[in-house]
């Protein structure tokens, strides 16, 4: 079975904080991803990665950075936390055009 | 305009009934398609993936429709277990360099009720 490992399933931080989310993946995927969840809104990509240093900007990446240094390692960087980026952080990977499996989230609160 | 739309819901139905959703999207260039499920307070897992010809598994039928830009599913005689949140994702393909962008849309809820 693949498996998608977040770090963290809770995490609260303060206000202006650097902020470290990673996600460890176990099946030599190409594909990483990462999108928040907030109610109303669904899933919406941050970033993804397609390979090792590779990545590239979805459609809410502001306030947000990613660092892939091993293929099976993808970390999404808040550099300074702030209220609006409290929310559900999904990390997921994929083989090239197929399907992709999520980890179990990592619901972030800012304070 | 949204890349991915489906109609939030909720759908109210009974235990056995027929039901079916729809989601449309707007890049024609989009390769693969997908129906997710997402139970409360879990993370997407996926239901099955959409192919040109439409594709079937159980009470669950699959279709896509690439001229009109949309993707169904149907569900026949619904269980109470059904009840969730159903996500469809369209994959655009490749940008530059490589790598697939999947898109989501916000999901259409789902209650089936005794």
């Known amino acids: 079975d693949v498996k998608v490992t977040q770090s963290s399933r809770y995490l609260v931080k303060r206000t202006g904080e650097k902020v470290f989310l990673e996600c460890v993946q176990d099946m030599d995927h190409e594909n990483m991803f990462w999108y928040r969840q907030d109610p109303g809104l669904g899933l919406r990509l941050i970033y993804f990665?397609?390979?090792?240093?590779?990545?590239e900007k979805g459609d809410i990446p502001e306030g947000y950075s990613v660092s892939r240094e091993k293929k099976e390692r993808f970390s999404l960087i808040l550099e300074s936390a702030s209220t609006n980026q409290t929310s559900m952080y999904l990390c997921?990977?994929?083989?090239?055009?197929?399907?992709?499996?999520f980890g179990q989230g990592t619901r972030l609160t800012v304070v | 305009r949204k890349e991915v739309e489906q109609d939030p819901g909720p759908f109210n139905v009974p235990e056995g009934a027929t039901v079916a959703f729809n989601c449309t999207y707007s890049?024609?260039?989009?390769?693969?398609f997908f129906w997710y499920r997402q139970d409360c307070r879990k993370e997407p897992k996926l239901l099955m993936s959409v192919y040109s010809s439409g594709n079937e598994d159980g009470r669950f039928t699959a279709q896509l429709n690439r001229a009109s830009q949309y993707i169904s599913l149907l569900i026949r005689d619904s269980k109470l277990s059904d009840s969730a949140t159903y996500l469809c994702v369209v994959n655009e393909g490749g940008v530059t360099g490589g790598g697939n962008k999947l898109t989501f849309g916000t999901g259409t809820q789902l209650k089936v009720e005794l």
């Open positions: 990665s397609y390979d090792v240093k590779m990545k």
């Open positions: 997921a990977s994929s083989k090239m055009d197929t399907e992709a499996f």
């Open positions: 890049n024609s260039a989009s390769q693969s």
